[in-house]
């Protein structure tokens, strides 16, 4: 049962898990919830803690980043009106927030973060190479039209009728 209580943790956190910059990151205000502070605390022990968290495991969204995750997202929709832009967390980042934050709540919480992000990253693994198998397919199947399509094109001129009369074959005396 505690099995399936982690897996249904661990798809909530993916449906929380965003992709900004080409980068799989966690919003600070779904990190400090799944962490058990609030926002504010969580970034506030980030910026005590700042030479922890290079560009690589956190940065600052810009407004039209903002404005694109309060849109598509509507758990995030209190963030509309915040003058703060917020930070997002790469899985990285997650690790270490719920390190400087030292709960056991936030430590307990992080394992799950850890979780969802590998297993998005197996499924985009399984993705990739199910579409390049896909691709492979293709090909062989355009391969495959042409050399049918060719076929059907020899048979097309093997059925039709002679354009011009033949004349006969063999050695013809002339009648004259």
Same mark, same amino acid.
């Given at each position: 049962?505690?099995? #399936?209580?982690?897996?249904?943790?661990?798809?909530?956190?993916?449906?929380?898990?965003?992709?900004?910059?080409?980068?799989?990151?966690?919003?600070?205000?779904?990190?400090?919830?799944?962490?058990?502070?609030?926002? #504010?605390?969580?970034?506030?022990?980030?910026?005590?803690?700042?030479?922890?968290?290079?560009?690589?495991?956190?940065?600052?969204?810009?407004?039209?980043?903002?404005?694109?995750?309060?849109?598509?997202?509507?758990?995030?929709? #209190?963030?509309?009106?915040?003058?703060?832009?917020?930070?997002?967390?790469?899985?990285?980042?997650?690790?270490?927030?719920?390190?400087?934050?030292?709960?056991?709540?936030?430590?307990?919480?992080?394992?799950?973060?850890?979780?969802?992000?590998?297993?998005?990253?197996?499924?985009?693994?399984?993705?990739?190479?199910?579409?390049?198998?896909?691709?492979?397919?293709?090909?062989?199947?355009?391969?495959?039209?042409?050399?049918?399509?060719?076929?059907?094109?020899?048979?097309?001129?093997?059925?039709?009728?002679?354009?011009?009369?033949?004349?006969?074959?063999?050695?013809?005396?002339?009648?004259?």
């Amino acid at each position: 049962m505690a099995r #399936k209580a982690g897996i249904a943790v661990v798809s909530q956190i993916e449906k929380r898990i965003l992709l900004v910059r080409g980068v799989r990151v966690m919003i600070d205000a779904d990190l400090a919830d799944l962490y058990g502070v609030s926002t #504010k605390r969580l970034n506030e022990q980030v910026k005590r803690n700042r030479r922890r968290f290079p560009e690589d495991f956190m940065f600052q969204l810009d407004n039209s980043e903002k404005e694109k995750v309060v849109a598509n997202c509507d758990h995030l929709a #209190k963030l509309k009106y915040s003058p703060v832009l917020p930070l997002a967390f790469t899985e990285h980042g997650a690790i270490m927030a719920a390190n400087v934050l030292n709960s056991p709540k936030a430590v307990a919480a992080s394992v799950h973060v850890v979780r969802a992000f590998v297993r998005l990253r197996e499924m985009i693994a399984a993705h990739k190479e199910l579409s390049h198998k896909l691709t492979e397919l293709e090909g062989k199947v355009n391969k495959h039209d042409q050399s049918i399509a060719a076929l059907f094109d020899a048979m097309r001129r093997l059925m039709a009728p002679p354009e011009k009369p033949r004349g006969r074959i063999g050695f013809h005396a002339d009648r004259e």
